[in-house]
């Protein structure tokens, strides 16, 4: 015991002297009665080291150790009481000194960012109780003074509180709920009333599962009859039935999913007794309850029954409909005006606690009548909502049908399984396929020319589960239905079709259907057919509208599964690609894959850039090879100089389009102004953005005109061949008129493509290990030069969708290097981290890193580099970066602080980062402020964003209309103990600002960081624990802001600081 009291007391590092109190608490016996005296001063010691060693304490895993071992002190505490001397009861007494410091850090961090670290603090809190009781052993808890004042405190705390759900919660467990509601009846309602935030709902219905049973235990006690339950009822469920009437519709939302299912699970009972409620209440307000903006009672009775039948507390479906709630009333559900009520109606039918249970006449009636007039839902919560229930219908017909075909293959009687239906099985197996047949005939029916986006995503979703639940089977395996049977030439039309849709879903949605079908349907071995829509793909990539080039790119992900693609590619390529021997072993998708590529790369040399447009074949490559297991081909040798003539092919594209991404002012940009040869390019754009006409791409396929070859290396020996004074005719003969807005739109498109192409190659191509060895397709060399690609992109572009798109593909990139075997290729992200800074700090005239537009893309560069740093690692990379943009690492010139600001707000806005940019918040908070007070506007705006995002990710994500949200605010305890270095600061900025008052002449010296130190102080609130200590409170703060009062009250500033001013009167100034 003397060696531990002396190693804890040792003059040694904050970590090793954590990690002894550590072994102290676990390696010594505190239930051994033997340790006397010394092992309570030993016990006591340990604790205040702790304590001291809270308040020195930073870093997140520290922190979390920290509260561990807490909360082993308090269970080792707890040990030592049971046989402890008095002396000790009274120093781990609840009025104690050192049950109030553990109370005031339960306080500061029950909110903490980390989950752990919080299930800590309720374990800590939950110890403190039990200590307390055992000092004052035999005495009534709950007339104790401690846990009455401490119930109070609670209680007036507000309920956005988080900690408070979990406290009480404790309390309850020790105390019951007797005395609480003694205090405020109201607390239930209370406690309801907030569960319109998803934030609090967890905690909200975790506390009212605890005081409803502790409420019901109490009752049944002291009641030997059973009229407790009304009593009981009056408080829980009437509540609940109040807020499923009358509440919001995130509200009711809430409290069916988390409260609800609590309620019934623990007293099924109950549920005849909400439902005579509301059917009364249904009863009395028929002629309204059809209202869109509210559910009504027969809203909240189909959530009831819906949430019963999903956990089992329905005995069968039949005695829903029979007993509890009519036909008239369900089909009422169904056509309801309001959306959630209909949702409610759908899923009492689909869900069910048994996945094998049948399906009966009247459901499956229903859900056509259903399916019949909720198709074209405009709201796309409710659209995933009824196909996600439909699906789970479709799951119990699947499984309810391989019971079915089990007992008629027995030739049993019908066992208990099959007991809900007075059919034979075999006449209920050919209802759930006619049921089946009748949906997919009204779903392809929805699918009409013209339909709209809602009814196609409804009818293609629903289309694509019933294909995914009833799969193709292959042998005898039996199903009761298969869509590939009910799938004629009309119906696949109607699927092809789908393509000619603007909407990508919609195209997505067709294209997983079609391939869950049939890879090679009969459709597609009519090889006539196969050359018309792979013409119509090809002449489809070419085009300037956008939605296009992604239809190509479906189609000729469809056409590469099927044999007799070749054929049709014999055209195309005239001859110039084969069919080895070798190649006949090869994957049939590899082999076309491999053929298409060749031929896109092949048309995009002839004619792109002389004839048409280009960044549509690259996005037809680039969603290919996103389709393609690239790290298990067979035709390695075949791919290698396809990739290397690939990654050519994507420079020499950019190269032209570069100029006007980089252009300092690319929106108005049109390059023909200063010599020949940028007139000559700009030519070769304006003939690439023609608009086409691609309405009849599959009513008849065009032919693509022969052109002559264009070949950018030759551009500059070639402009004199190329007629400059050419009018640019459209379809009709008509000059077009061209933009610049047009012309960076289509560069800014070729450059987007290129991007992801590069990302896509890096994230699916396997390296190889040497240049000469047989495995990858990608040299070390070639990874390389993708990255000086991307450097120079990111941060030379200045159109912000160009190097959002290179970042994209940028982080494709980082993200295999730090994963790579090769030594030379990890080492890369640190290398350009060091070059970059490196150009930041020194900001050279003749630099072009781009100062305006908030860096251009110098921050999406540096994100990418740290966020793809292994979060489990030191971080070296974030730690060298932090240093050099923060304060402490400003230079005198303008430009570097510019960057380091908009470096620093993209760092914080990144949220892949988590917890380990924390640390940094307050040095992030401290150049914020102080760039607001630069005499350079650029500073002070970029100041004023990386503010902006600093209140983000300190106080979350703005959830309320109201400015002051109290979800968005934090008590200045808490704020003080996770930011300590910010206290100081803007305490001294608060003083100065207070200084500058000029009390004589009546107007202030407004200094230019008040609003912002205003902006943080505000969101500020008094701690429970403000009172018992002086350390890090916001009392300090209470005598400059009387000093300046005067600001606030004077004219000038009245309208702007008004909104302010609640923070002021909280502290009762």
Excluded at 878 to 905: D, E
């Amino acid at each position: 015991i003397c060696s531990c009291r002396s190693l804890c007391c040792a003059n040694v590092s904050v970590s090793t002297l954590l990690f002894l109190c550590q072994g102290t608490l676990a390696m010594l016996d505190w239930q051994d009665r033997s340790m006397g005296p010394s092992g309570e001063t030993l016990l006591l010691d340990t604790v205040h080291v702790l304590f001291t060693l809270s308040s020195q304490i930073k870093e997140s895993t520290l922190e979390m150790f920290l509260s561990r071992i807490l909360a082993s002190w308090t269970n080792a505490a707890i040990h030592t009481l049971e046989f402890s001397s008095p002396a000790l009861k009274d120093s781990l007494n609840g009025n104690s000194s050192t049950v109030g410091r553990l109370l005031e850090y339960v306080y500061t961090h029950w909110e903490h960012p980390l989950d752990a670290l919080r299930h800590q603090t309720k374990m800590i809190f939950r110890n403190l109780l039990q200590i307390h009781e055992l000092t004052v052993k035999g005495a009534d808890l709950v007339t104790d003074p401690y846990f009455l004042e401490l119930t109070k405190s609670l209680l007036q705390l507000e309920w956005h509180i988080k900690g408070k759900y979990t406290c009480l919660g404790c309390l309850v467990e020790y105390i019951g709920i007797e005395h609480i509601l003694a205090i405020d009846k109201s607390i239930p309602s209370q406690i309801l009333e907030v569960m319109g935030d998803q934030s609090l709902v967890p905690y909200a219905s975790d506390l009212l599962e605890t005081m409803f049973k502790s409420h019901k235990s109490h009752l049944k006690s002291q009641t030997v009859d059973s009229t407790w339950i009304d009593q009981w009822h009056e408080t829980w469920v009437s509540p609940l039935l109040h807020i499923l009437c009358e509440g919001n519709l995130d509200q009711k939302s809430y409290v069916i999913d988390y409260y609800l299912p609590k309620l019934l699970n623990y007293s099924p009972e109950s549920l005849r007794y909400m439902v005579k409620i509301l059917q009364t209440s249904i009863d009395h307000s028929f002629p309204s309850s059809g209202s869109c903006n509210s559910r009504g009672a027969l809203g909240a009775l189909m959530a009831c029954l819906r949430a019963a039948r999903a956990h089992g507390h329905l005995q069968s479906a039949t005695d829903a409909w029979e007993n509890l709630v009519s036909s008239a009333r369900i089909k009422q559900g169904l056509i309801h005006q309001h959306c959630q009520v209909r949702i409610d109606t759908l899923g009492l039918l689909c869900e069910s606690n048994r996945s094998t249970e049948i399906v009966t006449t009247e459901e499956m009636q229903w859900i056509q009548f259903f399916i019949t007039y909720n198709l074209n839902s405009q709201s796309p919560g409710v659209r995933q909502q009824i196909c996600s229930l439909l699906k789970k219908l479709f799951c119990r017909i699947q499984e309810s049908s391989q019971v079915l075909y089990k007992l008629e293959q027995s030739k049993s009687k019908l066992t208990a399984e099959s007991e809900l239906t007075k059919d034979q099985p075999s006449i209920t197996l050919q209802q759930y396929k006619n049921f089946m047949s009748s949906i997919c005939s009204s779903l392809f029916e929805a699918l009409f020319p013209g339909s709209s986006y809602s009814t196609r995503f409804s009818a293609l979703t629903i289309l694509g589960s019933i294909a995914e639940v009833f799969p193709v089977l292959e042998g005898n395996v039996q199903t009761v239905y298969q869509l590939s049977q009910d799938i004629d030439d009309g119906r696949f039309q109607t699927l092809m079709e789908c393509f000619t849709s603007t909407f990508e879903e919609v195209k997505t949605l067709a294209f997983d259907l079609l391939m869950k079908l049939s890879i090679r349907a009969t459709q597609f071995q009519d090889s006539e057919k196969l050359q018309d829509f792979f013409q119509a793909a090809l002449e489809l990539s070419t085009s300037t509208k956008p939605y296009d080039c992604v239809t190509a790119s479906y189609l000729l992900n469809l056409l590469i599964w099927q044999d007799a693609l070749p054929a049709s590619l014999s055209a195309s390529l005239a001859q110039q690609v084969e069919c080895r021997d070798g190649d006949k072993s090869a994957a049939v998708v590899e082999r076309n894959t491999l053929m298409v590529i060749k031929c896109l790369m092949e048309h995009l040399e002839e004619e792109a850039a002389a004839a048409f447009p280009m960044y549509g074949r690259v996005h037809c490559i680039t969603g290919m090879l996103q389709k393609l297991p690239l790290n298990s081909l067979q035709l390695v040798s075949e791919w290698r100089p396809v990739v290397e003539k690939l990654l050519l092919l994507s420079y020499r594209l950019s190269t032209v389009v570069s100029p006007v991404i980089q252009s300092s002012s690319p929106e108005g940009l049109i390059p023909m102004d200063t010599d020949s040869e940028s007139a000559s390019r700009l030519q070769v754009i304006l003939n690439e953005i023609q608009p086409r006409d691609t309405n009849d791409f599959f009513n008849q396929a065009k032919i693509l005109k022969e052109c002559d070859s264009f070949d950018l290396e030759d551009l500059n020996a070639s402009v004199s061949n190329i007629d400059t004074s050419a009018e640019i005719k459209g379809k009709e003969g008509k000059t077009c008129d061209v933009t610049a807005q047009m012309v960076l739109v289509c560069c800014w498109r070729s450059m987007k493509e290129v991007a992801l192409l590069l990302g896509t190659l890096c994230q699916l191509l396997p390296v190889r290990s040497v240049p000469e060895s047989s495995d990858g397709l990608l040299t070390v060399e070639q990874v390389k030069e993708i990255g000086e690609y991307f450097k120079q992109h990111l941060l030379q572009s200045r159109h912000r969708g160009a190097f959002e798109l290179a970042y994209t593909g940028f982080v494709k990139l980082t993200e295999i290097l730090n994963r790579c075997p090769h030594v030379s290729l990890q080492k890369l992200p640190e290398q350009w981290l060091w070059s970059v800074l490196e150009e930041i700090k020194c900001s050279d005239p003749s630099s072009k890193l781009c100062a305006t537009r908030r860096s251009a893309g110098i921050p999406f560069y540096i994100q990418a580099l740290l966020a793809s740093e292994p979060k489990k690692g030191k971080m070296d990379l974030l730690k060298i970066t932090m240093k050099r943009v923060t304060i402490s690492g400003w230079p005198y010139k303008m430009t570097h602080r510019v960057h380091a600001l908009n470096i620093l707000r993209a760092l914080f806005r990144d949220t892949r980062l988590g917890e380990n940019i924390i640390p940094y918040v307050a040095d992030g908070a401290k150049a914020a402020i102080l760039g607001f007070t630069s005499p350079v506007w650029a500073v002070r705006n970029s100041s004023t964003l990386l503010f902006s995002s600093l209140i983000t990710r300190i106080f979350g994500v703005k959830r309320g209309r109201d400015e002051l949200s109290k979800t968005n605010r934090m008590t200045g305890r808490e704020f003080f103990s996770r930011f300590p270095e910010l206290y100081p600061f803007l305490l001294q900025r608060l003083e100065a600002v207070a200084n500058s008052v000029d009390c004589d002449m009546g107007e202030p010296d407004r200094h230019p960081s008040m609003f912002l130190l205003l902006l943080v102080l505000e969101r500020l609130y008094p701690s429970p624990m403000d009172g018992t200590s002086s350390a890090l409170n916001l009392a300090s703060f209470v005598p400059f802001i009387i000093r300046y009062k005067v600001l606030l009250c004077s004219p000038s500033w009245s309208q702007t600081c008004d909104p302010l001013a609640s923070f002021f009167l909280e502290l009762g100034l």
